[in-house]
């Protein structure tokens, strides 16, 4: 964490303190401090090895696996939504894949179907 961050979650902290800022606000603020860090690393994560890329077009899926529809005697009871959006690196993780996509398709001149 810098000095700029350690600054600015005291100043969260004291203003939570004296009644000027929720608590909530304050939870939500230390969260993105601390995960911002983790998100510009998967963004600046550069892909150098068609087997780095392959493995990360397999281990991230296309598609959200979680999203489903609860049917009782026919009728929809439940919809459980894509777990995927409460991710807080699923942009991040989404990007890295495309990235590995497309250095497969343009250095590597594989097709990519398979992954899709």
Avoid at 32 to 56: C, G, H, N, T, Y
Avoid at 72 to 99: D, T, W
Wanted: glycine share 2%; aromatic share 8%.
């Amino acid at each position: 964490m810098s000095v700029l961050q350690i600054n600015a979650l005291s100043a969260s902290i004291m203003s939570v303190l004296s009644g000027k800022r929720s608590l909530k606000k304050a939870k939500s603020q230390l969260a993105s401090m601390l995960l911002q860090p983790l998100r510009q690393r998967l963004e600046s994560f550069d892909i150098q090895s068609p087997k780095v890329a392959k493995f990360i077009a397999k281990s991230i899926p296309a598609q959200c696996p979680f999203e489903r529809d609860i049917v009782l005697f026919g009728c929809k009871v439940a919809h459980i939504p894509p777990m995927c959006k409460l991710n807080p690196f699923y942009e991040q993780l989404v990007s890295l894949r495309f990235r590995a996509l497309c250095y497969l398709a343009d250095r590597c001149g594989e097709d990519i179907q398979a992954y899709c």
